[in-house]
């Protein structure tokens, strides 16, 4: 591992974070500060490097044009590094690793995003673990290829890849799930990859950095008493692209006349409408259920087994890249950067 560099782009969130004295609250803190808190940095034999976003942000501040801004970070550092670690807050990570897999076309290299539950600075935090763990992943090589190259996030000792992961816990280490999709690694006393789940691309171009997402789109969850009048309000939001679907089980959602008469009417004006399923495990299969069916018939595309982040962000990416909806929904029925089995 000698001569791999690493970068270390700190965007914010909990791991770097400090609690105020008086009230108790924690806000984030600049990168300088942090790594003081771990000397054991220094006895990697690896040149480590950092870059800061300005201000560092609480995750939940995170939005389409910061992701760009990741992604616009690695373009431009790419050939100086073997590797990248991002220190995100946990709550929209998910999001984010989905979103930089799909902006960043022709990885090869690995992307590791990682945080903790509990700041750096605090004796129990689990910060320190994850962020060393997630440098010795970044800087893993084999025959001098990377081994993981793909955007991934590591927590507590499970590597996942990004775009199929969900924040499942607020309280214990092991914040992350990847419900339909193996882990990438498992680490205790070794670190033991799964190379059969990992994507290690053919001949890649050139990394493109993707600089657009379309965030014109809705996320409308069904659930047992939803009105006419939200569902009418959400399909007739002024510039809508498209309506992620949060149906129930394989895909379902009721029959009542008004519903599915405002569906159709969404989907001919050319909205998309993308069916995700409200369970974490499993696919949709609108071939299941006469209360699936009817919306398969309408028109509306399958998620398959996406994760409701991922749906967002290639939502937002395709949405951003093409204007054509014949060949964006056909694209969600290909899996793009693993996001779909
Ligand atoms: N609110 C924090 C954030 O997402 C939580 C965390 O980092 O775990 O930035």
């Given at each position: 591992m000698g001569s791999s560099s690493i970068l270390v782009i700190y965007t914010g969130g909990t791991i770097g974070m400090v609690q105020?004295?008086?009230?108790?609250e924690l806000s984030p803190v600049n990168f300088v500060e942090i790594s003081k808190?771990?000397?054991?940095?220094?006895?990697?034999?690896l040149n480590i490097e950092t870059f800061s976003f300005v201000?560092?942000?609480?995750?939940?501040?995170?939005?389409p044009e910061i992701w760009i801004r990741m992604a616009a970070v690695i373009k431009e550092n790419y050939s100086l590094f073997d590797g990248f670690v991002i220190l995100h807050g946990t709550d929209t990570m998910a999001y984010s690793a989905s979103a930089l897999s799909f902006l960043?076309?022709?990885?090869?290299k690995p992307v590791i995003f990682t945080g903790s539950q509990?700041?750096?600075?605090?004796?129990?935090?689990d910060g320190k673990e994850n962020l060393i763990t997630a440098i010795e992943i970044a800087a893993a090589k084999e025959n001098n290829t990377p081994i993981v190259p793909e955007v991934c996030i590591f927590f507590q000792n499970r590597l996942f890849r990004g775009n199929r992961?969900?924040?499942?816990?607020?309280?214990?280490?092991?914040?992350?799930?990847?419900?339909?999709y193996p882990h990438l690694a498992e680490t205790g006393v070794n670190i033991r990859y799964n190379r059969s789940a990992i994507i290690y691309p053919p001949e890649t171009g050139k990394l493109k950095a993707h600089t657009r997402m379309n965030s014109n789109i809705a996320i409308l969850k069904i659930f047992p008493g939803i009105t006419r009048e939200l569902v009418y309000a959400i399909y007739n939001?002024?510039?809508?692209?498209a309506v992620i679907m949060e149906t129930y089980g394989a895909g379902n959602a009721p029959t009542l006349p008004w519903f599915i008469s405002l569906t159709r009417g969404a989907v001919s004006k050319g909205i998309i409408i993308l069916n995700v399923t409200q369970c974490a495990t499993g696919s949709v299969d609108m071939t299941q259920y006469k209360t699936g069916k009817q919306l398969q018939d309408i028109g509306v595309s399958s998620g398959y087994d996406i994760t409701i982040e991922a749906a967002l962000a290639k939502m937002m990416f395709l949405l951003a890249q093409s204007t054509s909806n014949k060949e964006i929904r056909a694209l969600f029925n290909e899996s793009l950067r693993g996001e779909i089995n």
């Amino acid at each position: 591992m000698g001569s791999s560099s690493i970068l270390v782009i700190y965007t914010g969130g909990t791991i770097g974070m400090v609690q105020d004295p008086e009230t108790g609250e924690l806000s984030p803190v600049n990168f300088v500060e942090i790594s003081k808190k771990i000397p054991e940095l220094m006895r990697f034999d690896l040149n480590i490097e950092t870059f800061s976003f300005v201000p560092p942000l609480d995750s939940a501040e995170i939005d389409p044009e910061i992701w760009i801004r990741m992604a616009a970070v690695i373009k431009e550092n790419y050939s100086l590094f073997d590797g990248f670690v991002i220190l995100h807050g946990t709550d929209t990570m998910a999001y984010s690793a989905s979103a930089l897999s799909f902006l960043l076309e022709n990885l090869d290299k690995p992307v590791i995003f990682t945080g903790s539950q509990l700041p750096l600075g605090m004796l129990r935090t689990d910060g320190k673990e994850n962020l060393i763990t997630a440098i010795e992943i970044a800087a893993a090589k084999e025959n001098n290829t990377p081994i993981v190259p793909e955007v991934c996030i590591f927590f507590q000792n499970r590597l996942f890849r990004g775009n199929r992961t969900t924040k499942y816990n607020v309280e214990y280490f092991n914040a992350f799930r990847s419900d339909n999709y193996p882990h990438l690694a498992e680490t205790g006393v070794n670190i033991r990859y799964n190379r059969s789940a990992i994507i290690y691309p053919p001949e890649t171009g050139k990394l493109k950095a993707h600089t657009r997402m379309n965030s014109n789109i809705a996320i409308l969850k069904i659930f047992p008493g939803i009105t006419r009048e939200l569902v009418y309000a959400i399909y007739n939001i002024p510039e809508l692209r498209a309506v992620i679907m949060e149906t129930y089980g394989a895909g379902n959602a009721p029959t009542l006349p008004w519903f599915i008469s405002l569906t159709r009417g969404a989907v001919s004006k050319g909205i998309i409408i993308l069916n995700v399923t409200q369970c974490a495990t499993g696919s949709v299969d609108m071939t299941q259920y006469k209360t699936g069916k009817q919306l398969q018939d309408i028109g509306v595309s399958s998620g398959y087994d996406i994760t409701i982040e991922a749906a967002l962000a290639k939502m937002m990416f395709l949405l951003a890249q093409s204007t054509s909806n014949k060949e964006i929904r056909a694209l969600f029925n290909e899996s793009l950067r693993g996001e779909i089995n």
